[in-house]
């Protein structure tokens, strides 16, 4: 194949690869077995409780791309809000709330 159909097929390609979605977008079983959803809002992405007794609550909002994000993790329960953190493994989403990254606590999410 020459070098020009090289790059036309790259470029027609490349397009579609930057509307994916990322790995972690999408509806996740919590540890709690309520349904979460995880989409884009601004920059980042927002994370909302859909079923359960918290349904309709946003409980986080993670910064990233690829496996790894960043952000800040609210416990529905207490209403407390702590560092955070996921990594996307497949259909598993570890989640990881710390206080003063040394107490931390972590589940993993299953996606729907």
Known sequence: MKLRTWIAAALLVAPGMALAAEPIEGNWKTASGS??????????????????????????????SGADYTGEITDPETDKTYSGSGAVK???????????????????????
């Open 90 to 112: 497949g259909n598993s989403l570890r989640m990881k709330g710390c206080v003063l990254a040394v107490l931390c606590k972590s589940q993993t999410w299953s996606r729907l």
């Open 35 to 64: 349904t979460a959803v995880i989409a884009k809002c601004g920059g980042s992405f927002c994370i909302t409780l859909k079923t359960g007794k918290f349904a309709g609550k946003r409980i986080g909002k993670l910064e990233g």
